[in-house]
């Protein structure tokens, strides 16, 4: 299924090309006033949601995937027990599901956002969780991600070689740059983590080529640099100083001085970039009434979720708010979209959303947190370690876009499937021939006594 979740953009594409007008469409009773289509904000045309947009192959295939294993698990009843993020997503998808059918004024566009960005992750999750229990099954899924991160590096470079611009943004097979930016994160970390872990002679053998961590390792940071984007750059490199500074006693020197500079490096690359077309860049980075005018904007988003402070506004509902109202700060008025996904969250889904969403990352990055300080093998608190740092570089971006409402469903699923291998792999009650008990910070491995010694103790 991951397999084919990366190849679909490219076969979407073609068939996309082929295919003819869409003919079936939703209609939906709501139309925009003159207003809205001339302040630009809402983009009604791209609201709508056809027939074949809520049935594109890939997401039908998606659908079928997951109505097989609902159905296996119920009729074999080998689901096992449900944990507290698991808990959290049914509940916030059930907030979803109710406030498009009951606020939402654009309900096709509204059940696209609410399958791709959420419900849909959130199923990786489950999934994962019940599929990725051993480490061979583990190993299996880094070697996945590891080679499909090459696979999209060499058709960002091959894009980025036939475009002219210095600033022009890769966006690789997909649609947005930001849906590469977090697919190559996930990628990213993973890899680095097996890339620092190394084994004792005779141990456990790294799952990847050295030539393929290198090129994961080393070429990513470039991609994600020729993306072209604020929160990009924030996040990822808000993720490498968490892996540097939770991983550093893991660390040779030769490895903390590596990391550094690939931190240093792209850094580096973003100040030349700045200095050589600062006007260009002062449009998008420097540019004090963007800043104001995301200032407006939240100040806007504040306010209609004050107006319905537990359950919000009705997802989606907040791009018509400010395209009908205009609020100035320091001379500048607000945008047409909000610029922050948490705020989003609130106005749309009210208190009760926001903490409830808030509670599954954070339930998330403690388990990173418990896997590094509860293992006592190495390779297991770079795994812990990396989970905490691509949470912090797929949350960071959020603070300045919409990225968590982005309905692209590879944009998440890549991040959920591997937050929910970590917790099948190491996971309190599995059914497999290790059982691990936490005490503190050191972890006790238990494994069922041979019969043939018991009975001879006996």
């Known amino acids: 299924m991951l397999v084919w979740l990366f190849i679909s953009p490219l076969a979407s594409n073609l068939i996309d090309n082929i295919s003819s007008p869409d003919l079936i469409k939703i209609e939906n009773d709501y139309t925009p006033d003159k207003k809205l289509l001339w302040r630009g904000g809402y983009f009604y045309a791209g609201n709508s949601a056809t027939l074949n947009q809520l049935l594109e192959p890939t997401r039908t295939l998606v659908a079928f995937f997951v109505i097989v294993f609902l159905l296996n698990g119920l009729i074999r009843k ?13 509940v916030f998808s059930l907030i979803l599901v109710v ?21 849909v992750p959130f199923l990786a999750y489950f999934i994962a969780r019940r599929l990725i229990t051993t480490e061979d099954r583990y190993r299996r899924l880094v070697k996945t991600v590891a080679y499909m991160g090459v696979y999209l590096i060499v058709i960002s470079l091959i894009e980025r070689g036939t475009q002219e611009g210095l600033f022009y943004r890769l966006s690789g097979p997909f649609q947005t740059s930001t849906t590469l930016y977090m697919v190559m994160m996930v990628a990213f970390f993973i890899v680095l983590a097996e890339h620092f872990y190394t084994p004792s002679v005779g141990g456990d053998k790294i ?12 070429l990513t940071p470039i991609v994600i640099l020729l993306i072209w984007s604020r929160g990009a750059w924030v996040g990822f490199l808000m993720g490498l100083c968490v892996f540097l500074v939770l991983g550093q006693r893991l660390m040779k020197p030769s490895q903390r001085s590596g990391l550094v500079g690939i931190g240093l490096m792209f850094v580096a690359m973003i100040s030349f970039g700045v200095q050589e077309l600062a006007q260009s860049l002062d449009e998008r980075v420097g540019e004090s009434l963007t800043v104001y005018g995301r200032i407006a904007t939240w100040m806007v988003a504040i306010k209609s979720g004050l107006t319905s402070p537990i359950f919000g506004i009705g997802l989606n509902n907040i791009r018509e708010v400010l395209a009908t109202n205009t609020v100035e700060f320091q001379g500048v008025a607000n945008f047409p979209r909000i610029h922050n996904s948490f705020l989003q969250i609130l106005a749309e889904q009210g208190v009760v959303g926001l903490v409830v969403y808030l509670s599954i990352m954070v339930l998330i990055v403690r388990l990173g947190f418990r896997i590094r300080q509860a293992s006592l093998h190495a390779r297991d608190r770079w795994r812990g370690i990396s989970l905490i740092a691509i949470m912090i570089a797929y949350l960071a971006p959020a603070m300045f876009a919409s990225t968590a409402h982005l309905h692209v469903t590879l944009a998440h ?5 591997f937050c929910g291998a970590l917790a099948g792999r190491y996971g309190r009650r599995r059914r497999t021939s290790e059982f691990y008990a936490f005490r503190g910070k050191q972890q006790l491995m238990i494994r069922p006594m041979p019969a043939a010694v018991r009975y001879s103790q006996q």
Do not use: C, Q
């Not at 080998?78 to 049914?90: P, R, S």
């Not at 799952?207 to 080393?218: D, F, I, K, T």
């Open 99 to 119: 406030s498009v059918l009951l606020k939402s004024k654009v309900v096709g566009y509204s059940t696209r956002v609410a399958s791709d960005a959420f419900i």
């Open 207 to 218: 799952p990847l080529p050295r030539s393929a961590r290198r090129l994961v390792v080393y």
């Open 413 to 417: 699923v890549f991040v959920y499937a």
């Open 78 to 90: 080998n689901f096992g027990h449900f944990d507290t993020t698991e808990v959290w997503m049914a």
